[in-house]
């Protein structure tokens, strides 16, 4: 059974990054995609991008370009999401989620972390 | 804003069927990319309900049903219950946007 565990929540100034990781027990890690998942308070989910640890460079939502950097380390079977340039609008439960292989489904997913940003 | 619409509620009794619908476009659904169904209960992380349109996971009750026709998909649950009262969402793929989209979300309510 995989389980993805996320890094703790988080308090952010407006202007500055975060940094939020997800280690991956169980599965093999480096032949799964790990998407990013975030959901504003009281919204929907939203895909920000996603990334291959064994392809390389991860995929971005059109809306993130720029200040949205995936990663991956086959090693420690950790990805990590970095946003910078964060406003209010960024305050929300970032989620990870192992991308299944089959149609695009994500069949596992951490247990979210709270990012506020607040002056 | 999401490219996948659903209806913001639904409900119904304990016993009762609901369905939740969830329109598309031709550069999503209708490009006949797979469409995933997942259930959010209350401050809890998304779990898989239904995969590649009509697939239950192990674990999932087959009170819970997916279908898909043209640009839409619909999930419907039958035997209604109250531990079934959650947030839902589905999920594509969109080919004019190279993104992973989820519909805008339907809450259940069991009446």
Known sequence: ?119 | QSVLTQPPSVSGAPGQRVTISCTGSSSNIGADYDVHWYQQLPGTAPKLLIYINSNRPSGVPDRFSGSKSGTSASLAITGLQAEDEADYYCQSYDNSLSEYVFGTGTKVTVL
């Open chain 1, 1 to 119: 059974q995989v389980q993805l565990v996320q890094s703790g929540a988080e308090v952010k100034k407006p202007g500055s990054s975060v940094k939020v990781s997800c280690k991956a027990f169980g599965g093999t890690f480096s032949s799964y995609a790990i998407n990013w998942v975030r959901q504003a308070p009281g919204q929907g989910l939203e895909w920000m991008g996603g990334i291959i640890a064994i392809l390389g460079p991860a995929n971005h939502a059109q809306k993130f370009q720029g200040r949205l950097t995936i990663t991956a380390d086959e090693s420690t079977s950790t990805a990590y999401m970095e946003l910078n340039s964060l406003t209010s609008e960024d305050t929300a439960i970032y989620y990870c989620a192992r991308e299944g292989g089959i149609g695009g489904v994500f069949d596992f997913w951490g247990q979210g972390t709270l990012v506020t940003v607040s002056s």
